[in-house]
């Protein structure tokens, strides 16, 4: 009869990409600098690169902040794009 729920589960799996991946992946899509990037949504240059190589985790907020404000990206699209490859 196949798999179990649980055996299903665990191999189809999918996880959302990392705040760092998500900041990236749409700054670069919309053609934007870390330092303006930084500029516009108010933090220091070094934060968002600290953020963006994954040397810090940022806050959700500031994620959605800089996808959505900043970048006007939807955060469900930039994530359905980095999912899907």
């Known amino acids: 009869m196949g ?10 799996t999918c996880r959302t990409p990392k705040g760092s991946d998500l900041l ?3 700054r670069q899509s919309r053609g934007y600098t870390q330092a303006e990037s930084a500029a516009d949504y ?7 690169r ?10 959700w907020n ?6 959505e404000d900043v970048y ?5 699209d930039v994530i359905g794009e980095l999912s899907n490859g």
Do not use: C, H
Not at 4 to 11: E, L
Not at 42 to 48: A, D, F, H, Q, S
Not at 72 to 76: D, G, P, T, Y
């Open 3 to 12: 798999q179990s729920a649980v055996g299903f589960a665990a191999t189809n």
């Open 24 to 26: 990236k992946y749409a």
């Open 42 to 48: 108010g933090i220091e240059e070094r934060t968002l």
């Open 50 to 59: 600290r953020w963006e190589n994954n040397e810090f985790n940022p806050k």
């Open 62 to 67: 500031d994620v959605v902040g800089l996808i």
């Open 72 to 76: 006007m990206l939807k955060v469900v």
